[in-house]
């Protein structure tokens, strides 16, 4: 079954642009990672925030790919698009796992 996980990144001003510009560059890369079944992306220029609400096979992969990301670098370029960095402009959900009720 599926574990979900839901994150909001608030763009720093004048960043909205860039933040996408950046999602482009690196979801097919996510979308390609093991374990990730699948990522949608909701966009919401009003309030500058982009939230993807992402699939993965289990929890300990989304754990995987953050480890991954993270030795590659690309959080640290993330981190200055976002509002008051990480802390304050990313939000992280995990909801559980997908069950069939």
Do not use: P
């Amino acid at each position: 079954m599926a574990a979900l996980v839901v994150k909001n990144f608030k763009a720093a001003d004048g960043k909205f642009e860039a933040l996408g510009n950046f999602f482009k560059d690196v979801l097919g890369d996510t979308r390609a990672f093991e374990g990730c079944l699948k990522v949608d992306v909701y966009v919401d220029e009003s309030a500058s925030t982009y939230t993807l609400i992402e699939e993965w096979e289990t929890f300990s992969a989304h754990d995987n790919y953050v480890s991954w990301r993270t030795e590659r670098g690309d959080l640290d370029e993330t981190g200055d698009l976002l509002k008051d960095g990480f802390e304050g402009g990313l939000q992280t959900y995990e909801w559980g796992t997908k069950t069939d009720l």
